[in-house]
């Protein structure tokens, strides 16, 4: 390849990368502003509402609690105390334990008195043979299904089948929910009759206080990847599921907490079994088949029933969940291609799949080629030394302001963090994650995509501990 030609590649991938940055922070920056409206939109009618007398009416929608478990002995207990003390009507929390090899199954049995009871099973959609179903009558809305191995969608799906109730919320075993969120998280569905999915916002537990499966305060964590986790999960959902909420182009409710109409859900197949981006890949279908078939509905995201999980603090298990994100995504876009530019799914097809084909997905390489390419630009003398310090200045400051501006967001709206000191030290950690951080979470989003192949089934583990403190 001749000197000139290089040149002439690198200069156009240059543009190529400066159009990119240019584009994305654009889109970030009309997410903030929808955002912002959004939550102005959604505290006024809170102030307006006194949503606590849903908590006793005998009008509210019953839900089922689904909690697939696999290996979560050390949060198992903590986790289903926290569901039995929710302040709602009508609920059951269904336990799926997914073939345990830890003690996740015993603990709960113990904990709660459990026997096995005779309860016929609809296999409304096909999972893996169920064991045993388990009751205490003393505890009617409490109920352990004891199955084969079949993966995170397969227990949910078990779940959906031994549910009673028109609605369900999934949430994992290693989070907690706050007491009056299935209040919230119900209210779509109730004001809008088209809603047939709701996602709830997911915050890290770790640094918080947390006894008998309730928070009592919360707290900033001493470990630096949980709070650099902090900065990124009020940046994903205060801006990022917002701005998409406020564009009706939701692609993404977190796997951590959701809620469903279970008849959608069933039409659709319930959750696919053989994908470890079970929680994206069920939106989507969602998306593809009412759109498909001309229904009106809505998929929503509010950000105000509180779902508290544990990020990994260690970058071994952050890499993991990573690598197990970017597959997920993956997987999730190349099963539903045929979405991508295609007007019949309007919006969803016309800007939510290209975006995150190519901001969410793509975005990586594009990254890791800027630094290869740069070097290679100051080699051959095409790099403008003052230009190139500018905007890597510019794109710092842009990125800082967005992370700041979703903590302010919260801070105007939640107030979670409401001392001084802890929202100067999540400031501090939004301008440090620009140095680091987010480069390291890049390289761990390429390792997924040159091994995609290898761990496109691969769950992983990641270590957690005992909620109680």
């Excluded at 007491?179 to 918080?208: C, Q, W, Y």
């Excluded at 630096?224 to 599921?241: D, S």
């Excluded at 597959?327 to 097809?349: A, C, E, Q, V, W």
């Excluded at 192949?453 to 270590?463: A, M, R």
Aim: hydrophobic fraction near 45%.
């Amino acid at each position: 390849m001749s000197s000139e030609l290089m040149k002439k590649i690198i200069v156009d991938f240059n543009n190529i990368i400066l159009y990119y940055v240019l584009t994305i922070n654009g889109i970030y920056f009309m997410q903030l502003i929808l955002s912002a409206f959004s939550l102005y939109d959604y505290i006024r009618k809170l102030h307006y509402s006194s949503y606590k007398k849903y908590t006793v009416s005998d009008n509210m929608i019953p839900i089922s609690v689904l909690v697939p478990a696999y290996n979560e002995e050390d949060t198992i207990v903590d986790n289903i105390q926290s569901l039995l003390a929710l302040n709602y009507p009508l609920f059951e929390v269904i336990v799926i334990n997914d073939g345990s090899k830890d003690k996740t199954f015993n603990k709960v049995i113990e904990a709660y008195n459990l026997i096995e009871v005779n309860q016929p099973v609809r296999y409304l959609i096909r999972t893996k043979k169920i064991k045993g179903v388990y009751r205490n009558i003393n505890i009617p809305n409490l109920i352990l299904v004891d199955k084969e191995n079949g993966g995170k969608a397969d227990a949910l799906n078990a779940g959906i089948n031994i549910s009673r109730y028109p609605v369900f919320t999934s949430i994992d075993a290693d989070s907690i929910l706050e007491s009056d969120s299935l209040v919230r998280v119900i209210m779509p569905f109730i004001e809008h009759k088209l809603t047939v999915a709701v996602g709830g916002i997911v915050r890290i537990a770790n640094g918080s206080t947390i006894k008998d499966g309730k928070v009592q305060a919360v707290g900033l964590p001493k470990n630096r990847l949980a709070m650099f986790q902090i900065v990124e999960y009020l940046r994903a959902f205060l801006t990022g599921r917002m701005g998409w909420d406020a564009l009706g182009c939701l692609l993404i409710i977190s796997g951590a907490f959701g809620a469903f109409k279970k008849d959608v859900v069933i039409e659709v197949g319930g959750y696919t079994s053989n994908t470890i981006g079970e929680d994206m890949e069920l939106v989507i279908k969602i998306h593809k088949h009412l759109r498909s078939n001309k229904t009106k509905y809505k998929i929503k995201f509010i950000p105000d029933p509180v779902c508290w999980t544990q990020a990994p603090e260690k970058v071994k298990d952050l890499k993991g969940q990573r690598r197990r994100w970017q597959i997920g995504l993956m997987d999730s876009l190349f099963r539903h291609k045929t979405l991508l530019l295609n007007p019949k799914y309007g919006i969803i097809g016309m800007f939510g799949a290209p975006y995150f084909w190519i901001f969410e997905m793509l975005s990586p390489v594009i990254e890791v080629l800027g630094y290869i390419i740069i070097p290679l630009s100051y080699i051959f003398g095409l790099l403008n030394t003052t230009y190139f310090i500018l905007f890597l200045i510019s794109s710092i400051l842009y990125g800082v302001v967005l992370s700041i501006g979703a903590i302010l967001l919260e801070e105007y709206t939640f107030s979670k963090y409401p001392s001084i000191r802890q929202l100067i030290k999540l400031s501090w950690f939004g301008v440090l994650e620009n140095f680091g951080y987010r480069q390291m979470t890049t390289f761990f989003r390429i390792d997924a995509i040159i091994r995609f192949k290898k761990f496109k089934h691969s769950w992983g583990k990641i270590n957690r501990e005992s909620f109680s403190n």
